[in-house]
């Protein structure tokens, strides 16, 4: 099911940055199959559902593997019937 997404990742207890988690988030969704668009407080993301499901257990996993003690994620899905949602369709 084609899907766009929001996905905000807080590494909690990390001190001041979290720019090296950041990045790392960053670097395994662009090895997946989506279409990405990052901003200030999160990656909106187009793709496949079971896709994004299972890149966030990925993120969680690979960074607590990594040091990350906490991990706090919002995910909003939008999936419709009546068409393909894709983040183009999303621009004003």
């Known amino acids: 099911m084609q899907t766009t997404a929001e996905l905000q990742v807080i590494p909690v207890g990390e001190g001041?940055?979290?720019r090296q988690q950041v990045m790392r988030i960053v670097e395994l969704l662009q090895g997946k199959d989506f279409i990405l668009e990052?901003?200030?407080s999160g990656t909106n993301i187009e793709g496949k559902l079971t896709d994004i499901l299972a890149v966030v257990e990925q993120i969680h996993a690979t960074l607590h593997r990594e040091?990350?003690?906490r991990l706090?994620?919002?995910l909003k899905l939008e999936?419709?019937?009546d068409k393909v949602p894709t983040l183009a369709?999303?621009?004003l």
């Open 72 to 74: 706090v994620s919002y």
């Open 89 to 91: 369709g999303k621009r």
């Open 38 to 40: 990052t901003h200030a």
């Open 79 to 81: 999936t419709r019937t």
């Open 16 to 18: 001041v940055s979290v």
């Open 67 to 69: 040091g990350s003690v």
